[in-house]
């Protein structure tokens, strides 16, 4: 048994995470949509608008914050014109990227945004560069946002909507680099800009523009999107560019061709897992030094809008569809996500988890034959940390011996922590990566009198457990035993392979 204490100042507050790190993403891609969060209007799922009305519960239990759509690849092949007037009329395309399959694009920018309504979240568009026009995308703005008489004002209200919606977040194409136009860093940093002139705020709507970023590790990229935020002397202000940049990250134990089963694995490849997890700590520190040197103030958001685990696809489904299991190894690699995120809350303003539903790191799965819903181990991480949406970061000092793992030369924490606070209550997110062996921790609370604690736990016997349909769900919270409190001290046990969450109740500040 390794004990570590863990040194939280519950008065020193630092910068705000962002409820909008607690993203997510769905693209026209398998069963993320079509099967997904829609059903159509004449299914036996109960559905408002065809809209699956228990996926929206379950994603407003986790007080989703955004969610990003139509891609993914999916995006620079989408015309939102297609998407629009009575379903029966719309036009069919081709998927080209996922399973090659025909779209009837009867899930479009009406559904879209009636989804975002029902989940209270706000909408992200990511707009067509790589096949698409500048018009095309500034008309696509002007049909969402603009109130009066226009063009795309009267179209949208021949399509049964008259007042506009409210569309924040705005993305400018999607990995530029490969499926989104195979385009150097430097000639898409040029059409960032020449498409962000031209996405207008329409009245009280206020675009927050983002500029689509580096794969893993290419910091060259992200250079070349700051230097053209700068404008190079140009007269316009560029705070009418754009405001953000993003890059994209996947955890994938294997390689590309064979990147691993997402159930069947040995004790090397969880740690691997984990180990390839972690390295978002460098990447988010490196696209952040890049930006440090133009922008040190962090006016420029940095936003991860692609992330999660990314194994082999279940055996039997399309290889085109990206469904995949997802067990505690899944949960731990989005703590382990958290924990970092709430440290480099001052940077990163946004992330979204790849995907929503039935695809890739998943919420939520749907049985094709039964209809019925699972809530995945990911699910539970989120919901168990929402606490930390928009609460002041603490930062959490680990001390002790053996607070690493040794996987093949590389050191992986052995606990990953973080907390926050917000009015008298403050949240902590402890994960025990080790496969297995317990871990207790004292948390030692300091700065404000603790008059209360709870806590919940993540903690199935085996690392590869996971939900399915009509069974008792293997991976699910349960409470977490917790000491008395002597001095500001409190000690809990993690089990093997778990993640926990204690919510401190504080005296009134």
Request: glycine content about 10%; proline content about 5%.
């Given at each position: 048994?390794?004990?570590?204490?863990?040194?939280?100042?519950?008065?020193?507050?630092?910068?705000?995470?962002?409820?909008?790190?607690?993203?997510?993403?769905?693209?026209?891609?398998?069963?993320?949509?079509?099967?997904?969060?829609?059903?159509?209007?004449?299914?036996?799922?109960?559905?408002?608008?065809?809209?699956?009305?228990?996926?929206?519960?379950?994603?407003?239990?986790?007080?989703?914050?955004?969610?990003?759509?139509?891609?993914?690849?999916?995006?620079?092949?989408?015309?939102?014109?297609?998407?629009?007037?009575?379903?029966?009329?719309?036009?069919?395309?081709?998927?080209?990227?996922?399973?090659?399959?025909?779209?009837?694009?009867?899930?479009?920018?009406?559904?879209?945004?009636?989804?975002?309504?029902?989940?209270?979240?706000?909408?992200?568009?990511?707009?067509?560069?790589?096949?698409?026009?500048?018009?095309?995308?500034?008309?696509?703005?002007?049909?969402?946002?603009?109130?009066?008489?226009?063009?795309?004002?009267?179209?949208?209200?021949?399509n049964g909507r008259d007042k506009p919606w409210n569309v924040p977040f705005w993305g400018i194409g999607n990995e530029p680099w490969g499926c989104g136009g195979?385009?150097?860093?430097?000639?898409?940093?040029?059409?960032?800009?020449?498409?962000?002139?031209?996405?207008?705020?329409?009245?009280?709507?206020?675009?927050?523009?983002?500029?689509?970023?580096?794969?893993?590790?290419?910091?060259?990229?992200?250079?070349?999107?700051?230097?053209?935020?700068?404008?190079?002397?140009?007269?316009?202000?560029?705070?009418?560019?754009?405001?953000?940049?993003?890059?994209?990250?996947?955890?994938?134990?294997?390689?590309?061709?064979?990147?691993?089963?997402?159930?069947?694995?040995?004790?090397?490849?969880?740690?691997?897992?984990?180990?390839?997890?972690?390295?978002?700590?460098?990447?988010?520190?490196?696209?952040?030094?890049?930006?440090?040197?133009?922008?040190?103030?962090?006016?420029?958001?940095?936003?991860?809008?692609?992330?999660?685990?990314?194994?082999?696809?279940?055996?039997?489904?399309?290889?085109?569809?990206?469904?995949?299991?997802?067990?505690?190894?899944?949960?731990?690699?989005?703590?382990?996500?958290?924990?970092v995120f709430h440290e480099h809350a001052e940077r990163l303003v946004m992330a979204n988890i790849a995907q929503t539903v039935n695809v890739l790191q998943a919420?939520?799965?749907?049985?094709?034959?039964?209809?019925?819903?699972?809530?995945?181990?990911?699910?539970?991480?989120?919901?168990?940390?929402?606490?930390?949406?928009?609460?002041?970061?603490?930062?959490?000092?680990?001390?002790?011996?053996?607070?690493?793992?040794?996987?093949?030369?590389?050191?992986?924490?052995?606990?990953?922590?973080?907390?926050?606070?917000?009015?008298?209550?403050?949240?902590?997110?402890?994960?025990?990566?080790?496969?297995?062996?317990?871990?207790?921790?004292?948390?030692?609370?300091?700065?404000?009198?603790?008059?209360?604690?709870?806590?919940?736990?993540?903690?199935?016997?085996?690392?590869?457990?996971?939900?399915?349909?009509?069974?008792?769900?293997a991976v699910t919270p349960r409470d977490l035993e917790i000491g008395p409190v002597v001095g500001g001290k409190v000690t809990v046990s993690l089990p093997p392979?778990?993640?926990?969450?204690?919510?401190?109740?504080?005296?009134?500040?």
């Amino acid at each position: 048994m390794t004990s570590l204490r863990a040194v939280i100042d519950l008065d020193v507050e630092g910068p705000q995470i962002s409820k909008h790190l607690y993203g997510h993403f769905a693209e026209h891609l398998g069963r993320c949509i079509y099967g997904g969060f829609y059903v159509g209007d004449d299914s036996e799922i109960p559905n408002e608008g065809g809209i699956r009305l228990d996926v929206v519960e379950a994603l407003r239990a986790l007080n989703i914050p955004n969610l990003r759509w139509p891609g993914g690849c999916f995006a620079d092949e989408y015309h939102w014109m297609d998407g629009i007037g009575p379903r029966e009329e719309r036009p069919r395309m081709v998927n080209t990227h996922w399973g090659d399959i025909e779209e009837n694009n009867h899930f479009g920018t009406h559904e879209f945004m009636a989804l975002c309504e029902m989940l209270g979240a706000d909408p992200y568009v990511n707009g067509n560069v790589g096949s698409g026009t500048v018009k095309e995308m500034s008309d696509w703005v002007e049909y969402l946002t603009r109130d009066g008489d226009s063009p795309m004002a009267r179209l949208r209200r021949a399509n049964g909507r008259d007042k506009p919606w409210n569309v924040p977040f705005w993305g400018i194409g999607n990995e530029p680099w490969g499926c989104g136009g195979s385009m150097s860093a430097e000639h898409y940093a040029e059409e960032a800009r020449r498409y962000a002139t031209y996405c207008r705020n329409h009245g009280d709507n206020k675009l927050y523009k983002i500029a689509a970023g580096a794969s893993e590790d290419d910091y060259h990229w992200t250079e070349q999107l700051m230097k053209a935020l700068s404008c190079l002397g140009c007269q316009h202000d560029p705070k009418n560019i754009f405001q953000a940049i993003t890059f994209h990250y996947y955890t994938v134990p294997g390689e590309w061709k064979d990147k691993g089963s997402a159930t069947d694995f040995d004790a090397d490849e969880y740690y691997t897992t984990l180990v390839k997890a972690q390295r978002i700590d460098e990447l988010i520190s490196g696209h952040s030094a890049v930006m440090d040197c133009y922008d040190p103030q962090k006016k420029v958001g940095l936003i991860l809008d692609e992330w999660g685990t990314w194994f082999n696809v279940e055996p039997g489904t399309n290889p085109g569809f990206l469904y995949q299991q997802n067990t505690m190894r899944d949960a731990l690699v989005a703590s382990l996500h958290f924990d970092v995120f709430h440290e480099h809350a001052e940077r990163l303003v946004m992330a979204n988890i790849a995907q929503t539903v039935n695809v890739l790191q998943a919420m939520l799965l749907t049985d094709e034959a039964t209809g019925e819903l699972v809530l995945t181990p990911t699910y539970h991480v989120f919901e168990m940390n929402k606490g930390h949406q928009d609460a002041a970061s603490l930062a959490v000092h680990l001390l002790g011996e053996d607070r690493a793992i040794d996987v093949d030369g590389a050191e992986l924490r052995r606990v990953s922590s973080s907390a926050s606070i917000s009015g008298d209550t403050a949240l902590v997110s402890l994960s025990n990566l080790h496969l297995t062996e317990a871990t207790d921790i004292t948390l030692d609370l300091r700065g404000r009198e603790v008059t209360a604690l709870t806590g919940r736990v993540l903690a199935p016997d085996d690392a590869a457990a996971h939900n399915v349909p009509g069974g008792t769900e293997a991976v699910t919270p349960r409470d977490l035993e917790i000491g008395p409190v002597v001095g500001g001290k409190v000690t809990v046990s993690l089990p093997p392979h778990s993640f926990a969450t204690v919510s401190v109740q504080l005296t009134a500040g």
